[in-house]
T-cell receptor, first 112, second 114 residues
Framework: DAGVTQSPTHLIKTRGQQVTLRCSPK?????VSWYQQALGQGPQFIFQ???????QRGNFPDRFSGHQFPNYSSELNVNALLLGDSALYLC???????????FGSGTRLTVV | GESVGLHLPTLSVQEGDNSIINCAYS??????FIWYKQESGKGPQFIID?????DKRQGQRVTVLLNKTVKHLSLQIAATQPGDSAVYFC?????????????FGKGTTLSVSS
Protein backbone atom coordinates (compact mmCIF):
# COMPACT_ATOMS: atom_id res chain seq x y z
CA ASP A 1 0.00 0.00 0.00
CA ALA A 2 1.74 3.13 -1.23
CA GLY A 3 1.89 6.05 1.13
CA VAL A 4 1.89 9.68 0.06
CA THR A 5 4.04 10.30 -3.01
CA GLN A 6 5.46 13.71 -3.81
CA SER A 7 7.36 14.89 -6.87
CA PRO A 8 9.90 16.12 -7.55
CA THR A 9 12.05 15.45 -4.48
CA HIS A 10 14.30 18.43 -5.09
CA LEU A 11 13.92 21.54 -7.21
CA ILE A 12 15.95 24.69 -7.84
CA LYS A 13 14.23 27.76 -9.24
CA THR A 14 15.14 31.37 -9.88
CA ARG A 15 13.42 34.33 -8.23
CA GLY A 16 10.33 35.39 -10.13
CA GLN A 17 9.74 31.98 -11.67
CA GLN A 18 6.75 29.76 -11.09
CA VAL A 19 6.78 26.22 -9.71
CA THR A 20 4.34 23.30 -9.56
CA LEU A 21 4.66 20.54 -6.97
CA ARG A 22 2.68 17.32 -7.12
CA CYS A 23 1.19 14.95 -4.57
CA SER A 24 -0.52 11.58 -4.80
CA PRO A 25 -2.40 10.72 -1.60
CA LYS A 26 -2.33 7.46 0.26
CA UNK A 27 -4.70 4.88 -1.19
CA UNK A 28 -8.17 5.36 0.25
CA UNK A 29 -7.61 8.98 1.29
CA UNK A 30 -9.68 11.78 -0.24
CA UNK A 31 -8.27 14.93 1.35
CA VAL A 32 -4.93 16.61 0.69
CA SER A 33 -3.26 19.31 2.76
CA TRP A 34 -0.09 21.22 1.97
CA TYR A 35 2.47 22.50 4.45
CA GLN A 36 5.59 24.65 4.17
CA GLN A 37 8.50 23.81 6.45
CA ALA A 38 11.34 26.31 6.64
CA LEU A 39 14.69 25.07 7.89
CA GLY A 40 14.61 24.50 11.64
CA GLN A 41 10.90 25.27 11.93
CA GLY A 42 7.72 23.30 12.26
CA PRO A 43 5.46 22.81 9.24
CA GLN A 44 3.04 25.65 8.50
CA PHE A 45 -0.38 24.96 7.03
CA ILE A 46 -0.91 26.35 3.53
CA PHE A 47 -4.29 24.93 2.47
CA GLN A 48 -6.49 21.86 2.35
CA UNK A 49 -8.36 20.37 -0.60
CA UNK A 50 -11.40 18.13 -0.50
CA UNK A 51 -13.80 17.27 -3.31
CA UNK A 52 -11.62 19.35 -5.65
CA UNK A 53 -12.22 22.53 -3.64
CA UNK A 54 -10.03 24.54 -1.30
CA UNK A 55 -11.60 24.08 2.13
CA GLN A 56 -9.20 25.75 4.51
CA ARG A 57 -6.39 28.19 3.99
CA GLY A 58 -3.55 29.30 6.21
CA ASN A 59 -1.84 32.67 6.26
CA PHE A 60 -0.22 32.48 2.83
CA PRO A 61 -0.45 35.01 -0.03
CA ASP A 62 -2.41 34.43 -3.23
CA ARG A 63 0.85 33.52 -4.98
CA PHE A 64 0.22 30.10 -3.45
CA SER A 65 -2.56 28.23 -5.19
CA GLY A 66 -3.56 24.65 -5.61
CA HIS A 67 -5.73 22.16 -7.32
CA GLN A 68 -7.18 18.74 -6.59
CA PHE A 69 -8.02 16.32 -9.36
CA PRO A 70 -10.85 13.75 -9.52
CA ASN A 71 -8.39 10.99 -8.56
CA TYR A 72 -7.65 12.99 -5.35
CA SER A 73 -4.11 13.90 -6.38
CA SER A 74 -3.13 17.51 -5.91
CA GLU A 75 -0.82 20.24 -7.14
CA LEU A 76 0.66 23.21 -5.33
CA ASN A 77 1.57 26.18 -7.49
CA VAL A 78 3.70 29.09 -6.37
CA ASN A 79 4.03 32.16 -8.61
CA ALA A 80 6.61 34.96 -8.55
CA LEU A 81 8.99 32.98 -6.36
CA LEU A 82 10.86 34.77 -3.60
CA LEU A 83 14.03 33.70 -1.84
CA GLY A 84 11.91 33.23 1.27
CA ASP A 85 9.87 30.53 -0.46
CA SER A 86 12.83 28.19 -0.13
CA ALA A 87 11.58 25.38 2.10
CA LEU A 88 10.48 21.79 2.33
CA TYR A 89 6.93 21.47 1.01
CA LEU A 90 4.99 18.65 2.58
CA CYS A 91 1.81 17.03 1.41
CA UNK A 92 -0.43 15.20 3.89
CA UNK A 93 -3.41 13.06 3.00
CA UNK A 94 -6.32 11.99 5.14
CA UNK A 95 -9.97 11.01 5.10
CA UNK A 96 -12.14 14.06 5.69
CA UNK A 97 -13.50 14.12 9.24
CA UNK A 98 -11.07 11.40 10.33
CA UNK A 99 -8.13 11.93 12.60
CA UNK A 100 -5.20 10.35 10.81
CA UNK A 101 -2.83 12.24 8.54
CA UNK A 102 -0.11 10.63 6.45
CA PHE A 103 2.74 12.83 5.30
CA GLY A 104 4.90 12.47 2.24
CA SER A 105 8.66 13.00 2.33
CA GLY A 106 8.31 16.42 0.79
CA THR A 107 9.76 18.47 -2.04
CA ARG A 108 12.83 20.53 -1.20
CA LEU A 109 12.49 23.83 -3.09
CA THR A 110 15.47 26.15 -3.34
CA VAL A 111 14.98 29.62 -4.81
CA VAL A 112 18.15 31.36 -5.98
CA GLY B 1 -2.88 34.16 20.25
CA GLU B 2 -3.12 30.55 19.23
CA SER B 3 0.14 28.66 19.20
CA VAL B 4 1.68 25.34 19.96
CA GLY B 5 5.23 25.47 21.19
CA LEU B 6 7.89 23.32 22.77
CA HIS B 7 9.94 24.21 25.81
CA LEU B 8 13.36 23.06 24.67
CA PRO B 9 14.88 23.03 21.19
CA THR B 10 17.27 20.16 21.98
CA LEU B 11 17.42 17.18 24.32
CA SER B 12 20.37 14.82 24.68
CA VAL B 13 20.01 11.47 26.46
CA GLN B 14 21.89 8.23 26.87
CA GLU B 15 20.62 5.03 25.30
CA GLY B 16 18.29 3.28 27.71
CA ASP B 17 17.24 6.45 29.52
CA ASN B 18 13.69 7.71 29.50
CA SER B 19 13.08 10.90 27.49
CA ILE B 20 10.50 13.57 28.18
CA ILE B 21 9.63 16.16 25.55
CA ASN B 22 7.33 18.99 26.52
CA CYS B 23 4.87 21.18 24.68
CA ALA B 24 2.76 24.13 25.77
CA TYR B 25 -0.32 25.40 24.00
CA SER B 26 -2.29 28.59 24.43
CA UNK B 27 -5.75 27.81 23.07
CA UNK B 28 -7.83 26.43 25.92
CA UNK B 29 -10.44 25.26 23.39
CA UNK B 30 -7.99 22.86 21.74
CA UNK B 31 -9.32 19.34 21.92
CA UNK B 32 -6.99 17.13 19.89
CA PHE B 33 -3.21 16.87 19.89
CA ILE B 34 -0.74 14.76 17.97
CA TRP B 35 2.95 14.01 18.42
CA TYR B 36 5.05 13.55 15.29
CA LYS B 37 8.59 12.31 14.74
CA GLN B 38 10.56 13.68 11.80
CA GLU B 39 13.80 12.09 10.71
CA SER B 40 16.22 13.83 8.41
CA GLY B 41 14.96 13.93 4.83
CA LYS B 42 11.54 12.53 5.71
CA GLY B 43 8.09 13.86 6.43
CA PRO B 44 6.54 13.86 9.92
CA GLN B 45 5.56 10.40 11.14
CA PHE B 46 2.60 9.91 13.50
CA ILE B 47 3.60 8.71 16.97
CA ILE B 48 0.58 9.08 19.22
CA ASP B 49 -2.45 11.31 19.70
CA UNK B 50 -4.71 12.36 22.54
CA UNK B 51 -8.09 14.03 22.89
CA UNK B 52 -8.86 16.59 25.55
CA UNK B 53 -11.23 14.21 27.33
CA UNK B 54 -8.19 12.11 28.28
CA ASP B 55 -5.25 12.81 30.59
CA LYS B 56 -2.98 10.02 29.44
CA ARG B 57 -2.57 7.68 26.52
CA GLN B 58 -0.01 4.95 26.06
CA GLY B 59 1.49 3.35 23.01
CA GLN B 60 4.47 1.15 22.43
CA ARG B 61 7.27 2.70 24.54
CA VAL B 62 5.55 6.09 24.34
CA THR B 63 3.13 7.88 26.64
CA VAL B 64 1.44 11.22 26.11
CA LEU B 65 0.24 13.22 29.10
CA LEU B 66 -2.17 16.13 28.82
CA ASN B 67 -2.61 18.72 31.56
CA LYS B 68 -5.46 20.97 30.54
CA THR B 69 -5.19 23.10 33.67
CA VAL B 70 -1.79 24.46 32.64
CA LYS B 71 -2.24 23.78 28.92
CA HIS B 72 0.72 21.47 28.71
CA LEU B 73 1.38 18.11 27.11
CA SER B 74 4.38 15.86 27.15
CA LEU B 75 5.72 12.89 25.27
CA GLN B 76 7.55 10.28 27.27
CA ILE B 77 9.74 7.74 25.49
CA ALA B 78 10.80 4.74 27.55
CA ALA B 79 14.20 3.08 27.12
CA THR B 80 15.28 5.53 24.44
CA GLN B 81 17.16 4.00 21.53
CA PRO B 82 19.51 5.53 18.93
CA GLY B 83 16.74 5.08 16.37
CA ASP B 84 14.64 7.53 18.37
CA SER B 85 17.00 10.35 17.38
CA ALA B 86 14.90 12.81 15.41
CA VAL B 87 12.97 16.07 15.66
CA TYR B 88 9.72 15.77 17.62
CA PHE B 89 6.75 18.06 17.06
CA CYS B 90 3.52 18.47 18.89
CA UNK B 91 0.60 19.60 16.76
CA UNK B 92 -2.89 20.82 17.50
CA UNK B 93 -5.69 19.91 15.13
CA UNK B 94 -8.04 22.78 14.41
CA UNK B 95 -11.42 21.96 12.94
CA UNK B 96 -14.31 23.98 11.66
CA UNK B 97 -17.16 23.32 9.28
CA UNK B 98 -14.93 23.92 6.26
CA UNK B 99 -12.09 21.60 7.12
CA UNK B 100 -9.14 20.93 9.34
CA UNK B 101 -5.57 22.11 9.80
CA UNK B 102 -2.62 21.03 11.92
CA UNK B 103 -0.81 23.75 13.87
CA PHE B 104 2.75 22.67 14.65
CA GLY B 105 5.21 23.86 17.25
CA LYS B 106 8.86 24.47 16.43
CA GLY B 107 10.16 21.05 17.45
CA THR B 108 12.62 19.44 19.83
CA THR B 109 15.67 17.65 18.48
CA LEU B 110 16.30 14.45 20.44
CA SER B 111 19.84 13.10 20.31
CA VAL B 112 20.48 9.63 21.72
CA SER B 113 24.04 8.56 22.39
CA SER B 114 25.08 4.95 22.93
Amino acid sequence: DAGVTQSPTHLIKTRGQQVTLRCSPKSGHDTVSWYQQALGQGPQFIFQYYEEEERQRGNFPDRFSGHQFPNYSSELNVNALLLGDSALYLCASSLMARRGYTFGSGTRLTVV
Amino acid sequence: GESVGLHLPTLSVQEGDNSIINCAYSNSASDYFIWYKQESGKGPQFIIDIRSNMDKRQGQRVTVLLNKTVKHLSLQIAATQPGDSAVYFCAEKKENQAGTALIFGKGTTLSVSS
